[in-house]
T-cell receptor, first 113, second 112 residues
Framework: EAGVTQSPTHLIKTRGQQATLRCSPI?????VYWYQQALGLGLQFLLW???????NRGNFPPRFSGRQFPNYSSELNVNALELEDSALYLC????????????FGQGTRLTVV | DAKTTQPPSMDCAEGRAANLPCNHS???????VYWYRQIHSQGPQYIIH???NNETNEMASLIITEDRKSSTLILPHATLRDTAVYYC?????????????FGSGTQLTVLP
């Protein structure tokens, strides 16, 4: 069974540009979570989607947004990129009903120059 | 979610048991204790979780005190590949705050 897949693995953007990160959950999982991990820091919760709806949001500005598609895959969009947005972006998926563990992908390393 | 307190770092000799403590003194009755680990720059890996009773799986054992205010993750025979940051998380499984909230974790270094 395929795990959570994220693309691209690495992304380099210029300050002010937009970045789009993609996540495919494990088959059958309806919930997708996004996290940001800046270098040397912990994982910060960004967004949670389930059944196509945004269920919760972390303490991030509105230029961080996303969506979940009917097949439960998800996109994270970061607008007006700033140097501080450079980080590893991690996606996790889980079953929602009676969910227990969440499974993480290997992340997208975003570098803003 | 309730906050957790973990030591920032620990060392363990290869082949010995690694015991990682976690304090969660404000845990609520409906919050579970989860453990994840993150090997350098990889996605976190689920280890184990529990509510009240001690739990064991192929990776580790989880011991939760009777008052649920603290727990210990036990890796019975640590190997070099167990070197990672270990996160203790308390989490509800219902409502709008079901996301995992990570703290700073414990850097476990397994020494040869």
């Amino acid at each position: 069974e395929a795990g959570v897949t994220q693309s691209p693995t690495h992304l380099i953007k210029t300050r002010g540009q937009q970045a789009t990160l993609r996540c495919s959950p494990i088959s059958g999982h309806t919930s997708v979570y996004w996290y940001q991990q800046a270098l040397g820091l912990g994982l910060q919760f960004l967004l949670w989607y389930d059944e196509g709806e945004e269920r919760n949001r972390g303490n991030f500005p509105p230029r961080f947004s996303g969506r979940q598609f009917p097949n439960y895959s998800s996109e994270l969009n970061v607008n007006a990129l700033e140097l501080e947005d450079s980080a590893l972006y991690l996606c996790a998926s889980s079953l929602e009903k009676g969910s227990t563990e969440a499974f993480f992908g290997q992340g997208t390393r975003l570098t803003v120059v | 979610d309730a906050k957790t307190t973990q030591p920032p770092s620990m060392d363990c000799a290869e082949g010995r048991a690694a015991n990682l403590p976690c304090n969660h003194s404000t845990i609520s009755g409906n919050e579970y204790v989860y453990w994840y680990r993150q090997i350098h720059s990889q996605g976190p890996q689920y280890i184990i979780h529990g509510l009240k009773n001690n739990e064991t799986n192929e990776m580790a054992s989880l011991i939760i005190t009777e008052d649920r205010k603290s727990s210990t993750l036990i890796l019975p025979h640590a190997t070099l590949r167990d070197t990672a940051v270990y996160y203790c998380i308390v989490r509800v499984l219902s409502g709008s705050a079901r996301q995992l909230t990570f703290g700073s974790g414990t850097q476990l270094t397994v020494l040869p």
